[in-house]
């Protein structure tokens, strides 16, 4: 069994930085690429930011520039530093990873429950 936990999300004012944590764990044999996703209230879930196993990142124009993803892949996890916040920028935000699972060698996507994301103007 493979399981995708968040955490770092919260209430913070329109301008400040807040980063998302994302560890995966269980029987993994790897891990391609990984990223995170948004969805606003009424709104549909969005790409924010995907990073390969190679390291090539790409992000959504709205966050070009003011997120950050990275990834360590010796401990399975991945990150999103988020800077000048803005309201927009408000939502769960969803951890996202294609795993290669070591029981079986069958590869999938796995998410987490998400972080919630406020940011007050």
């Known amino acids: 069994q493979v399981q995708l936990v968040e955490s770092g999300g919260g209430l913070v004012q329109a301008g400040g930085s807040l980063r998302l944590s994302c560890a995966a764990s269980g029987s993994i044999f790897s891990i391609n690429a990984m990223g995170w996703y948004r969805q606003a209230p009424g709104k549909q879930r969005d790409l924010v930011a995907r990073i390969g196993s190679n390291g090539n990142t790409n992000y959504a124009d709205s966050v070009k520039g003011r997120f950050t993803i990275s990834r360590d892949n010796a401990k399975n996890m991945v990150y999103l530093q988020m800077n000048s916040l803005n309201p927009e920028d408000t939502a769960v935000y969803y951890c996202?990873?294609?795993?290669?699972?070591?029981?079986?060698?069958?590869?999938?996507?796995?998410w987490g429950k998400g972080t919630l994301v406020t940011v007050s103007s």
């Open positions: 996202n990873a294609h795993i290669i699972v070591g029981t079986d060698m069958n590869s999938m996507d796995y």
